[in-house]
């Protein structure tokens, strides 16, 4: 055997999903041998889901672009790295010429969050373009959760992380970690830690639409109707601070509003909310009973709670029945986290910045802008609608908006229309294939990796690096290398001219990239060399010394010295919210029984373990099995449609229509249906061989662009109204195959 298959093993965190597993990797020469959990890692003490495997596969992708690629009229054809960013910017510039900087838009997606150097220089290049159209996946999924952090704590990353190594009670809403592994918290192995809460005598309680696999290892499950879930909180809140009395620990001197609150949940008993939500009013009288009596005891809502019409109010209301229970800051509550590279509390310019509200709003539906950006139910007609402002050209980075953004096929339509397109993404896709140039970047396994944001969400303080295991080939450009390049030829030809500065300044952060920037954030982080001067504090080459990662602690009390409002104080009842308050009563009314809505059903979606949104169906391990881009629907309903287990049916919303199988099970509520999201693989065009054969739909071409929880702008894909029917009778296989 030659020296260059030389066995070694290397240690990294998986970058795929928010729980951060650390991850043993054995080689052979270059070719993985094996991927298993790293055993000696702090935190996710060996833990992995079957995803971590794909990381091999994403890699070896044949379907995974290498070279920079431009659409033509006789197809795809290869370009050179410095054509293509020549013609990129030249393009970009000159729609911003010809039509004003925001008729340039930029959508940036989920694996950007996932990834150090697009989070470090994606900015300067947003920042480049100077367009107040710019869009991203937070729309369609937690900006609800940094809304509220905003208003109630001054900074939109401050969000409260359940304590889930330490609670005694846990009422999970909209969520189910069994399937995600998490999410705004960072919880590896999330299974064994639920079930530590029970085994130390806590219970767990599940509110949700469907009998998830989390609700199968809960105490109790308790079905809501989607989009009520405001309701239920309102009512929790009442049993606490109307019927009782509040009870804010130490933190009552530095709450801003609690009075207020104590008014607005005075109406909202189980009995008034029990016909909306469809949760009998003594389970949840006795929910409140439980979460109250515990020593500590904290309530988690995700995904289902912040994609719906009412998402802020569900996120602040979370918020302010931990800090009048005294679960806010507390052990077994609601905690902050303290991480080494502190985007909250350190330095400005290595921070992210605090958040923004309303400082402009978008052309035609007049929606607010929040931390700079625009909802992204809003991209489409923003492209569509002629006028002045009009969006011409279109960036998008890590993304895929045809597949994950509320009614996805008009977007599609408009995408079709741009005059310009550019997509920094390693795969041609249902989104990337109307760019006029894609950009690939190279693959997780050729770059380093730091957890900036979900160090940061996580339920304990550590810190990992990850050196690259690969090196790049010769065309191989990172993320941050394309958008500095990108940024810096950009800046150039608004200058017009040549300028010995801009190119030393490009040279400089070229050389310093994410790691330099990563050193000096950790030095300076409340773990760092700055403040622990002698052996201890952290830097980056002590993180280099450390391939399994720092443990630094359980997360500790913070507050108020953490709090960031100007006045260091909680605010319970920030005024937009309160505000939103009307909009709630008048969507429910009081007394009146839920509107019969003519036979229709309201849609959800669901999550498998084996799915990554939309951008994992390539991976055929990951596909084995069922199908499972299938309609879940109540037996009851089937009966009264006619529908049968495994036949296809065809689902109709204000937007679209969709067939997919259905799969009749009691496992969704009577009334409601789900189906996956990031399916509909079947469009034309795509270089994506394994998800074509697996299409499936896509739920967004149902949700409605137009429903949306309209306070903070985000997607409220929960609860889409939609009919079923049986579908008309395919052309069926006249005998089994031979
Ligand atoms: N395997 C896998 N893991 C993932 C992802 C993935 O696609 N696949 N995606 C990653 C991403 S980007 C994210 S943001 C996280 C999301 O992580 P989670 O929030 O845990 O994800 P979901 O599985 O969508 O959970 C949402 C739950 O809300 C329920 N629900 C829907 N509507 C309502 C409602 O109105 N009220 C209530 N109470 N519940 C409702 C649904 O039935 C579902 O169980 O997962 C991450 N991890
Ligand atoms: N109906 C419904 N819709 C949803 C959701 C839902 O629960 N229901 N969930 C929402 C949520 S939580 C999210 S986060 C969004 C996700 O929405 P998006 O971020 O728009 O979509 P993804 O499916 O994550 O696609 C990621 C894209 O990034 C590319 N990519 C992967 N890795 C890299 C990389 O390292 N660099 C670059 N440049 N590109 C990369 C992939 O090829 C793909 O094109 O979807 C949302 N949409
Ligand atoms: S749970 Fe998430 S981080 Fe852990 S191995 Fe699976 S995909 Fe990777
Ligand atoms: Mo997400």
């Known amino acids: 055997m030659s020296a260059s298959a030389e066995s070694r093993v290397h240690f990294r965190t998986c970058n795929l999903c928010e729980a951060m597993c650390g991850l043993r990797i054995e080689l052979q020469g270059h070719r993985i041998t094996s991927i298993r959990g790293d055993e000696e890692d702090p935190f996710s003490r060996g833990h992995i889901c079957p995803k971590a495997l794909a990381l091999q596969d994403l890699h070896e992708d044949p379907d995974r672009l290498r070279h920079p690629m431009r659409r033509t009229a006789s197809g795809w054809e290869q370009v050179s790295w410095d054509d293509a960013l020549d013609e990129a910017a030249r393009r970009l510039h000159a729609a911003q010429r010809e039509h004003g900087r925001d008729s340039v838009a930029v959508y940036l997606g989920n694996p950007n969050v996932h990834n150090v150097g697009a989070l470090m220089f994606a900015p300067g290049l947003l920042r480049s373009l100077r367009s107040r159209n710019r869009y991203s996946a937070t729309s369609v999924d937690q900006l609800p959760h940094q809304f509220a952090a905003y208003f109630m704590f001054g900074h939109q990353l401050l969000v409260p992380i359940p304590d889930i190594d330490r609670t005694r009670y846990m009422l999970v809403l909209g969520a189910n970690p069994l ?15 639920l079930r530590a809460i029970q085994q130390r005598g806590g219970r767990i309680v599940v509110i949700d639409p469907r009998r998830t696999e989390t609700a199968r290892i809960a ?31 130490p933190l009552a001197s530095h709450l801003e509003g609690l009075e207020a609150v104590r008014e607005l949940a005075r109406d909202f008993t189980p009995e008034r909310v029990a016909p909306h939500t469809g949760v009998p009013a003594d389970v949840l009288r006795g929910i409140a009973r439980d979460f109250l009596a515990a020593e500590g005891a904290v309530c988690y809502g995700r995904m289902g709670l912040s994609t719906q019409p009412f998402g802020a109010l569900c996120q602040w209301l979370i918020n302010v029945l931990h800090a009048v229970t005294g679960n806010l800051d507390r052990e077994g509550g609601a905690m902050f986290t303290r991480p080494a590279f502190d985007l ?33 139910a809003a991209l489409a007609e923003e492209i569509l609608t002629p006028g002045e402002g009009r969006i011409r050209a279109l960036l998008t980075m890590a993304g895929n908006p045809v597949l994950s953004t509320p009614n996805g096929s008009q977007l ?27 950009l690939p970047p190279v693959s997780p396994l050729e770059r380093s990796h730091y957890d900036l944001v979900f160090h940061a969400l996580a339920v304990r ?11 790049p080939g010769p065309d191989g450009r990172h993320d941050w290398q394309i958008a500095l390049a990108l940024q810096h030829r950009l800046e150039a030809l608004r200058r017009g001219r040549p300028s010995v500065r801009a190119m030393l300044k490009y040279q400089a952060l070229s050389r310093m990239g994410p790691e330099r920037i990563l050193d000096i954030g950790l030095r300076m982080g409340p773990h760092g060399a700055r403040f622990h001067p002698l052996k201890h504090g952290l830097t980056l080459a002590k993180l280099r010394e450390s391939p399994h990662g720092v443990d630094l602690g359980p997360l500790e009390p913070c507050l108020p010295q953490r709090l960031q409002t100007k006045d260091r104080r909680i605010h319970l ?79 109709t919303s204000r937007v679209g229509e969709v067939t997919v199988p259905v799969s009749v099970t009691e496992d969704v509520m009577p009334g409601v249906v789900s189906l996956p999201h990031g399916y509909g693989h079947g469009r034309q065009g795509t270089r ?12 967004n071409d149902l949700t409605d662009d137009h429903v949306l929880d309209t306070l903070s702008g985000n997607a409220a894909f929960s609860g889409t109204p939609v009919r079923v029917r049986r579908a008309e009778a395919r052309a069926a296989p006249a005998t089994p195959a031979a």
């Not at 599609?412 to 989104?431: C, H, K, Q, W």
């Open 573 to 651: 009842a920030p005024e937009p919210l309160v505000a939103d308050m009307k909009r709630l009563r008048e969507r429910f009314p009081d007394g009146a029984a839920p509107e019969a809505r003519g036979g229709e059903l309201l849609l959800i979606g669901r999550r498998h373990l084996r799915d990554n949104n939309s951008w994992m169906h390539n991976v055929s391990g990951l596909l084995k099995g069922k199908p499972r881009c299938t309609l879940m629907v109540h037996p009851e309903d089937a009966a009264r449609l006619g529908l049968a287990d495994g036949a296809d049916a065809t689902i």
């Open 412 to 438: 599609e339509r408009a995408l079709g229309g741009l005059d310009f397109m550019v997509s920094i993404d390693p795969y041609l896709n249902e989104t990337t294939r109307h760019a006029h140039l894609i």
């Open 179 to 193: 399937a995600s592994n998490g999410s705004m918290m960072t919880a590896p192995d999330v299974r064994a830690r």
């Open 688 to 699: 994506l061989k394994v998800a074509t054969e697996h299409a499936g739909a896509s739920i």
């Open 219 to 249: 105490d109790t499950h308790v079905f809501i109707r989607p989009g009520t879930d405001a309701l239920a909180l309102l009512a929790l809140l009442h049993v606490a601070v109307v019927e009782g009395t509040p009870r804010p620990g």
């Open 461 to 471: 303080n550590t810190a990992k690096y990850s050196p690259a295991l690969f090196e």
């Open 344 to 376: 909250v509390g350190g330095p400005r310019a290595l921070g992210l910045s605090r958040g923004s509200f309303g400082r402009w709003k978008s052309r035609v539906r007049g929606l607010p802008e929040f931390a700079g950006e625009l909802p992204v």
